[in-house]
């Protein structure tokens, strides 16, 4: 089972495309909004992006909606 943390904000169209292309898929993951989460501001600023979305598989960031990217870290 991969472990998915998908970072958001409420405004961010490739953050909606994301988690519902998860969900169709199946698959649960966590999501943190950089825009109510300070927390998860911090964590996404830490790990050196400004943008969303970044989506963390097993690891293993992705930023944007890469949905190629995103299968291939699925199938591991």
Do not use: W
Not at 15 to 42: F, H, M, P, W
């Amino acid at each position: 089972m991969s472990e998915v943390v998908v970072y958001t904000s409420n405004t961010c169209p490739y953050c909606t495309l994301a988690k519902n292309y998860l969900g169709e898929k199946g698959i649960s993951y966590t999501e943190k909004n950089v825009q109510t989460d300070k927390e998860a501001r911090k964590e996404l600023m830490a790990m050196g992006h400004m943008g969303v979305p970044v989506l963390v598989v097993n690891g293993e960031e992705i930023v944007g909606f890469d949905k190629e990217k995103l299968d291939e870290l699925l199938d591991k």
